[in-house]
């Protein structure tokens, strides 16, 4: 093996410990969007703002990680001699190809742990994206209706002609 192989090895042994973690940090993002949606059913506006406050606490941990992972690939890249390869432009499949066994089944079986919980962190902010655009909704129907005071309800007097009753809204009743 040369020492630009040896370089290689021991940079693709960093990155399947670097997707490893990536991978428990976005078990962990999981958590927390679920966390989320119950406390959503729950209507507990302080759990979900103290559920926020982590989650965009993991995810500069996150963002962090994934400059770390582009600079071991670009730097493998560069030990295997792929200089002209972008890190965007590779698959991690195509990278484990360039090792040898037990490396390249480490690195794909981190790679699809990682893509695994990817794929679950999209299913579950598709669907509180869906659950807050709904409660928007719901919100602009409730405040529209304070704000315009309701339709007009018809009022009888006692000779039985129609009056138009004083509408106003119950921002500027109580206000």
Known sequence: MT??????????????RLLNDMAALHGELIVLMRGKLEAIRRADSDAIQSVTVRETALASRLA?????????????????????????????????????????????????????????????????RMITTEMLRHMEEIIGVMTSGGPATGVYSRAGSREISGRASVFEAVG
């Open 64 to 128: 962090e990680r994934e400059g770390l992972r582009r600079d071991l690939v670009r730097n493998v890249l560069r030990e295997l001699g792929m200089n002209s390869r972008k890190p965007q432009t590779i698959r991690m499949t195509e990278l484990a190809e360039c090792f040898a066994e037990p490396r390249r089944s480490q690195m794909l079986v981190a790679t699809t742990g990682l893509r695994v919980r990817l794929e679950e962190i999209e299913r579950l902010s598709v669907t509180t």
């Open 3 to 16: 020492v630009a192989q040896v370089r290689a090895e021991n940079l693709a042994r960093e990155l399947v």
